[in-house]
């Protein structure tokens, strides 16, 4: 999927295990599923990365785990961090990209 999100312009990519639990209709998603985002620029040039993956059960924000770096620089790094969280609560178990990916 491309488009502006709170990170600017973004590609994003799902996991199989992603797809596979969006496909079932899970609203918590199987430990393994991750999402990438590449992040841009206004002149299209890729600045960073945004990854999450979920690392346990459960609909919390400590299940899954978030990574951010911006021109070499990494910003966020942990599990159930709050930044990453007051953007992505409203999500399906935290995911805010629609699917299918478009």
């Known amino acids: 999927a491309t488009g502006t999100s709170p990170h600017g312009m ?14 079932a209709g899970h609203t918590e998603h199987t430990v393994g599923s991750a999402v990438v985002k590449e992040l ?10 945004a990854v999450m993956v979920k690392t346990a059960a459960g609909a919390d924000a400590s299940s899954w785990y978030w990574y ?32 299918p990916l478009q």
């Open 10 to 23: 973004v590609r994003v990519f799902f996991n199989d295990p992603l797809v596979a639990s969006f496909e």
């Open 40 to 49: 841009y620029d206004g002149g299209g040039t890729r600045t960073g990365w």
């Open 68 to 99: 951010q770096e911006n021109n070499g620089a990494a910003s966020t790094d942990g599990n159930g961090v709050a930044l990453c969280e007051g953007c992505h609560s409203p999500g399906v178990d935290r995911v805010v990209t629609m699917y």
